[in-house]
């Protein structure tokens, strides 16, 4: 599985991004897709993540601005990210885990910078 983010950038405190991240190779039907992050300094972290079925889980700090949605026939994962604060500055990585295997596959990151 291969996958390919887009989406990052340098954005002002308080406005939105979204990233995009398209999966390709052997798809599976049942799967989680995930963005994670890494702030300098910091442990790559949980940001939210979405099954195939639909359920999704946020991280705290994310909860009502943040936004994953997934287009299953398009094999992409969304995350929309509002209201952005200076410490979401981070490189963002999306996710791909099976189910039930639990394999994970890692795109290679794109960098989100947030300004005050």
């Known amino acids: 599985v291969q996958l390919q983010a887009s989406g990052g950038g340098l954005v002002q405190a308080g406005k939105s991004l979204r990233l995009s991240c398209e999966a390709s190779?052997?798809?599976?039907?049942?799967?989680?897709r995930g963005w994670y992050r890494q702030a300098p300094g910091k442990q790559r972290e949980l940001v939210a993540i979405i099954s195939s079925a639909g359920g999704t889980n946020y991280a705290d700090s994310v909860k009502g601005r943040f936004i994953i949605s997934r287009d299953n026939a398009k094999n992409t994962v969304y995350l929309e990210m509002n209201s952005l604060k200076p410490e979401d500055t981070a490189v963002y990585y999306c996710?791909?885990?099976?189910?039930?295997?639990?394999?994970?596959?890692w795109g290679k990151g794109t960098q989100v910078t947030v300004s005050s």
């Open positions: 996710n791909y885990r099976t189910i039930p295997a639990n394999m994970n596959y």
């Open positions: 190779g052997s798809i599976s039907s049942i799967n989680v």
